[in-house]
């Protein structure tokens, strides 16, 4: 049985979360873990490089000189790669490096991925988190007393003051409960979930999937 321990805004703990040893991936998932996050980093290259080869670089198909006679190195255009202005041989094309995941591996990363961080000790819920207004300070100083200065923190619903609050702050990055990533929970040193984000959390971590009034 896993424990996690859950606090108040002031950094005090106020109780513990209790999760089912059955539930934790902890011996499989590795090869899974892997090809999640590299198929997640390729799908964000946006494959748009590309460059002429010599059929497509501009001018007409005439010799540059004659075949014999003026003592250089044959040439058939000035097209060629071996000149300068050329075409490039071999040089990139657009292409799609998006790579397809299959949905079984994709959730059992993730329930990998979030059970060793149970287990490690960097999953913290915190009872609230909410902000009458923006404040970068008020927000700042609730990360310390949690001791997390850098952290996922995990929310059930995007709160825009919380954004707000949130986005100068370097080493935080706010996420929701259902668009929580691989890549995003071992990126992170900490987690830091909402006490509504963690039963959404646990519902992924069971292996199920979130309803949109969960979104």
């Known amino acids: 049985m896993a424990k996690i321990s859950v606090f108040g805004r002031d950094g005090r703990a106020s109780g513990e979360v209790e999760v089912a040893e059955e539930v934790l991936v902890l011996e499989r998932g590795?090869?899974?873990v892997r090809d999640v996050v590299v198929g997640n980093g390729a799908s964000q290259r946006a494959g748009?490089?590309?460059t002429l080869s010599k059929g497509e670089?501009?001018?007409?198909?005439?010799k540059p000189?004659?075949?014999?006679?003026?003592?250089?190195?044959?040439?058939?255009?000035?097209?060629?790669?071996?000149?300068?202005?050329?075409?490039?041989?071999f040089g990139p094309k657009p292409r799609d490096f998006s790579v397809k995941l299959n949905k079984k591996v994709s959730k059992l990363a993730f329930r990998r991925a979030l059970s060793e961080r149970i287990c490690s000790g960097d999953l913290k819920i915190v009872e609230d988190l909410s902000f009458s207004e923006p404040g970068?300070?008020?927000?700042?100083s609730v990360l310390k007393a949690l001791g997390t200065p850098?952290?996922?923190?995990?929310?059930?619903?995007?709160?825009?003051?919380?954004?707000?609050s949130?986005?100068?702050v370097k080493g935080v990055e706010v996420v929701r409960a259902r668009d929580c990533s691989v890549y995003q929970v071992l990126r992170y040193p900490?987690?830091?979930?909402?006490?509504?984000?963690?039963?959404?959390?646990?519902?992924?971590?069971?292996?199920?999937?979130?309803e949109e009034t969960m979104a």
Request: net charge positive; glycine share 12%; hydrophobic share 45%.
């Open 57 to 62: 670089v501009a001018g007409s198909n005439k």
């Open 136 to 140: 970068t300070k008020e927000f700042v």
């Open 166 to 168: 949130s986005r100068n």
């Open 65 to 89: 000189w004659r075949q014999k006679g003026p003592g250089r190195a044959r040439a058939g255009l000035r097209q060629s790669p071996v000149w300068r202005g050329g075409g490039v041989a």
């Open 48 to 50: 748009t490089a590309s």
């Open 190 to 210: 900490a987690l830091v979930v909402t006490r509504p984000a963690w039963e959404a959390l646990k519902v992924r971590l069971e292996g199920g999937a979130l």
């Open 30 to 32: 590795d090869q899974a």
């Open 150 to 164: 850098s952290c996922l923190v995990v929310t059930l619903a995007v709160d825009p003051v919380l954004k707000l």
